[in-house]
């Protein structure tokens, strides 16, 4: 992309990060956030109908930079008019590239992540289930997180701290 000059040093401006109308992220009527990604013309062309903007002759011109300033403004305009939720029933299960941005419970609770097993619980806490997953086979979880100062008495012992020390240590409060 940088080759062909369509690459930009300023952040917030480049197809990827942001500057572009079809690709980032909007703020709904009830504060919170869903993301798009529709690059392709007919995914932009579907994101274009969903939002009722297919007839604004201005977003014709999807791929003109100059033009995505006033096209994210334009776009920001009409997603802030419905909740997430709404926004959620009229793009989801479409091809736009749409997805809800949430929040860690509401993450778990997704039934996508759900099906595709995205989190697991691991001794009471919920973590990112280990990736890359591969049909034959299993993935091994990591080993549980351990208790601030559980391993301190181990850890100063291999670097060579005599028991009196990090007794001492422990006595003057430097360490639980």
């Not at 299993?138 to 549980?144: D, I, N, R």
Request: net charge negative.
């Amino acid at each position: 992309i940088m080759n062909r000059d369509g690459w930009s040093h300023d952040r917030g401006t480049n197809l990827l990060d942001g500057g572009a109308h079809f690709y980032g992220t909007y703020e709904t009527a009830d504060g919170k956030y869903v993301s798009i990604g529709s690059i392709e013309p007919q995914f932009y062309a579907l994101l274009m109908e969903k939002t009722g903007l297919d007839s604004d002759p201005d977003f014709k011109a999807q791929m003109d930079r100059n033009e995505w300033p006033q096209l994210r403004a334009k776009l920001a305009a009409v997603m802030v008019t419905k909740t997430r939720d709404e926004w959620d029933a009229i793009m989801y299960g479409t091809d736009i590239c749409y997805a809800p941005v949430l929040n860690f419970e509401e993450a778990t609770a997704n039934k996508h992540n759900q099906d595709r097993a995205t989190f697991v619980e691991q001794d009471g806490i919920t973590q990112a289930a280990p990736a890359p997953r591969f049909s034959r086979t299993e993935p091994q979880l990591p080993p549980s997180a351990v208790a601030a100062g559980q391993q301190t008495d181990e850890i100063l012992g291999s670097l060579g701290l005599s028991d009196e020390t990090i007794a001492a240590l422990k006595g003057s409060g430097a360490i639980a």
